[in-house]
């Protein structure tokens, strides 16, 4: 059975400072994996998507994700905070490409302080 | 604009009055689903559809009903609602075999509360 897990369900830096939010996952199929962002008061959108073309992944707003099958992970990164990030991201699991059965994992949320 | 639309986004009300939660997407898509949202739980899936009178029960099915009569509209109705059904839900669109393949695109939730 595939599931995913963030670990950590609140996280907090200071603006500038490097942004890591972390994500495991266990598929008995080569997973499509994805990390979605929530602002307040709105629906998810997408940040990156992992479908096997390449290991690191780039998305909107300078995020990036390294796909790394032997740790199983699919951690988001980004260099430099802005409190502009300060949101729940949710990492997500699928066994195929378009996404269409999508398994979230809990969420973490970013907190951004000047 | 591309956009999937809920309605209600806030509605309050009673245990056992039956009450549909629209969707409505303007892309054409394929698939949709309804998601509900719970703090420390994440996302769940309730119900999805591939096409038109294809609907599959998610995750989380119980108490809830789907019908997709047409492409666009995806509504999500609860029969007899109770408390435990109190949710921030989103409905959600993709399409099917086109470079965007794996990008859902949700609506921006309706909050229910089931006193």
């Known amino acids: 059975a595939q599931s995913v897990t963030q670990l950590g369900s609140h996280v907090s830096v200071s603006e500038g400072a490097l942004v890591l939010l972390r994500c495991n996952y266990s598929?008995?199929?080569?997973?499509?994996l994805f990390w979605y962002v929530q602002y307040p008061n709105q629906g998810l959108q997408l940040l990156l998507k992992?479908?096997?073309?390449?290991?690191l992944v780039k998305g909107i707003n300078g995020f990036e994700a390294e796909f790394k099958k032997s740790e199983t992970s699919f951690h988001l990164t980004k260099p430099s905070a802005h409190m502009s990030d300060a949101a729940e991201y949710f990492c997500?699991?699928?066994?195929?490409?378009?996404?269409?059965?999508?398994?979230f994992g809990k969420g973490t949320t970013l907190s951004v302080s000047s | 604009e591309a956009q999937v639309t809920q309605n209600p986004r806030y509605l309050i009300t009673v245990t056992g009055k039956k009450l549909t939660v629209t969707c409505s997407q303007n892309m054409n898509h394929e698939y949709m689903s309804w998601y509900r949202q719970d703090p420390g739980l994440g996302l769940r899936q309730i119900y999805y559809s591939m096409n038109v009178e294809v609907t599959d029960k998610g995750d989380v099915p119980e108490g809830y009903k789907v019908s997709r009569k047409e492409k666009r509209n995806f509504p999500l109705i609860l029969e007899s609602p109770s408390p435990n059904q109190t949710s921030l839900y989103f409905c959600?669109?993709?399409?099917?075999?086109?470079?965007?393949?794996?990008?859902?695109?949700f609506g921006e939730g309706s909050r229910l509360t089931v006193l």
């Open positions: 992992y479908t096997s073309a390449a290991t």
């Open positions: 997500a699991v699928s066994f195929n490409q378009a996404g269409t059965a999508l398994i």
């Open positions: 959600a669109s993709s399409s099917l075999g086109s470079p965007k393949d794996g990008e859902l695109f």
């Open positions: 598929s008995s199929v080569p997973p499509y």
